[in-house]
């Protein structure tokens, strides 16, 4: 039985990466697509593509940040099975050289975005008496990563928000799950701004290669459909993960520390 056919679903952030991704393949099989982003002429693009190839998907520009363009969007669509709240903004940078502004950008996108979408996508599945909310946070949701300290803030906060939400939601009929990928081959990435040093410094520093968005798509739709509380990838934040639970304090003495100073050797003085 295919679990995703004729089946309605929001992807926020879905006109790039991640999101984009989860579009056509949700769509491969039987999904309705409600393609979200704050880039409207994306989302549209992935649509066009989407319906070329014999799916069935829509477009709209919304900024998940503005609670009231989100509850507009979830309530017009009706009936909602799926709800993936996928937008997300992320930096690298010192705290000593973080703004304030940067703060409430990234925590309005990627967390207000989560409650704001979770929580509008919640009222209706209650009424319906099912569902599934699927949340992305990261692998910096359960892990301490220097130089992302608001972008850790936020996802570390995802992970607890939808953990406490699925506890809530189940005798309910409503599912909740976590996404946490590694390092993804995404717009997101690529244009993620570098405070005082250059990405393509940053990026000869990282050990681990970039994971497809699409096989990341691919892990993401197992989970759901296997109701996984935390949906986990790649391998490598598995093993990550799995250390830093075991032996905290040496993975915050050796990698932690080689982190910081991996981007203090790169860092360029404002």
């Known amino acids: 039985m295919n679990a995703f056919q004729d089946k309605t679903a929001i992807v926020t952030g879905g006109a790039s990466g991640i999101g984009r991704a989860l579009c056509i393949e949700l769509a491969k099989r039987g999904a309705l697509i409600t393609v979200a982003d704050i880039n409207g002429s994306g989302a549209e693009e992935v649509a066009r593509k989407i319906i ?3 799916g069935r998907a829509s477009a709209v520009r919304v900024d998940v940040a503005n609670k009231e363009e989100l509850q507009a969007l979830i309530h017009q669509i009706g009936r909602l ?3 993936f709240n996928n937008a997300g903004f992320a930096f690298t940078g010192e705290l000593r050289d ?4 940067l703060w409430r950008k990234i925590v309005n996108i990627n967390l207000w975005g989560v409650i704001h979408g979770s929580t509008a996508a919640y009222a ?13 946070a990261s692998a910096a949701g359960l892990l301490p990563i220097p130089m992302q300290a608001a972008y850790v803030t936020t996802k570390h906060a995802v992970v607890g928000f939808t953990k406490v939400l699925r506890a809530e939601a189940a005798d309910f009929g409503i599912r909740v799950s ?4 590694g390092f993804i081959d995404t717009a997101m990435i690529r244009n993620s701004p570098v405070l005082n040093a250059r990405l393509e410094d940053l990026e000869a520093k990282i050990p681990f290669r970039k994971y497809p968005a699409e096989k990341m798509a691919m892990d993401i739709i197992q989970g759901v459909l296997r109701n996984k509380a935390v949906i986990l990838s790649p391998y ?10 075991l032996f905290p ?10 982190t910081a100073r991996d981007f203090r050797s790169i860092r360029r003085e404002p």
């Open 81 to 83: 099975d799926y709800m």
């Open 178 to 181: 976590v996404v946490c990928p």
């Open 52 to 54: 070329s190839g014999g």
């Open 249 to 258: 304090t040496l993975m915050e003495k050796t990698i932690g520390r080689k």
């Open 124 to 136: 209706v599945m209650l009424g319906q008496g099912s569902g599934h909310i699927v949340n992305t």
């Open 98 to 101: 973080t703004s304030e502004e």
């Open 236 to 245: 490598y934040t598995r093993v990550l993960v799995k250390g830093y639970q």
